[in-house]
T-cell receptor, first 114, second 110 residues
Framework: GAGVSQSPSNKVTEKGKDVELRCDPISGHTALYWYRQSLGQGLEFLIYFQGNSAPDKSGLPSDRFSAERTGGSVSTLTIQRTQQEDSAVYFC????????????FGPGTRLTVT | SQQGEEDPQALSIQEGENATMNCSYKTSINNLQWYRQNSGRGLVHLILIRSNEREKHSGRLRVTLDTSKKSSSLLITASRAADTASYFCATGSGNTPLVFGKGTRLSVIA
């Protein structure tokens, strides 16, 4: 079946611009996660959606970052007024239920802020 | 802050040899997961071991968990060039986000 998809695969933007990153999780997965990975580093948790519960935003690095999940499916991560330190690969993952289950990752969006 | 820390940071072996990677963590967990990441790609789940398990196998993979030492190891037997990737451990506490380490970069030389 179809895996997690993300778009765009690459995004180059100028400092100060807003960007939107999209994630289509696996159908039927109630949990959705956003992570980012800087070069040579591990994954940094950003935000988690589980069903209709309020999202866990504890990993968002600043109020410039926000995310939505519409209809319990597609999610959009928005970064406002991008900064150079926002440059990273942003991964989306989904799982059947919450944290204790295996997560299926998308291919990532490489964001470069110039 | 990072919970799981992999060791070594990088490992280079010949094809056919075994590769062992270790992961240490600091707080109580209810499961530990290992993931593989090929260069420029998303992570792929390899194996999940629960806190009440000590060893788990999946094909050429063997994972051990020692909760008293707060450590886990991933053994890849009879390595292949296709095993070249970064390997991450991630610790789960049930209702908090998985915490990923920085990974071990494995190079298998044909």
């Amino acid at each position: 079946g179809a895996g997690v998809s993300q778009s765009p695969s690459n995004k180059v933007t100028e400092k100060g611009k807003d960007v939107e990153l999209r994630c289509d999780p696996i159908s039927g997965h109630t949990a959705l996660y956003w992570y980012r990975q800087s070069l040579g580093q591990g994954l940094e948790f950003l935000i988690y959606f589980q069903g209709n519960s309020a999202p866990d935003k504890s990993g968002l690095p600043s109020d410039r970052f926000s995310a939505e999940r519409t209809g319990g499916s597609v999610s959009t991560l928005t970064i406002q007024r991008t900064q150079q330190e926002d440059s990273a690969v942003y991964f989306c993952a989904s799982s059947l239920v919450g944290f204790s289950n295996e997560q299926y990752f998308g291919p990532g969006t490489r964001l470069t802020v110039t | 802050s990072q919970q799981g820390e992999e060791d070594p940071q990088a490992l280079s072996i010949q094809e056919g040899e075994n590769a062992t990677m270790n992961c240490s963590y600091k707080t109580s967990i209810n499961n530990l997961q290992w993931y593989r990441q090929n260069s420029g790609r998303g992570l792929v789940h390899l194996i999940l071991i629960r806190s009440n398990e000590r060893e788990k196998h999946s094909g050429r993979l063997r994972v051990t968990l020692d909760t008293s030492k707060k450590s886990s190891s991933l053994l890849i037997t009879a390595s292949r060039a296709a095993d070249t990737a970064s390997y991450f451990c991630a610790t789960g506490s049930g209702n908090t986000p998985l915490v990923f380490g920085k990974g071990t970069r494995l190079s298998v030389i044909a």
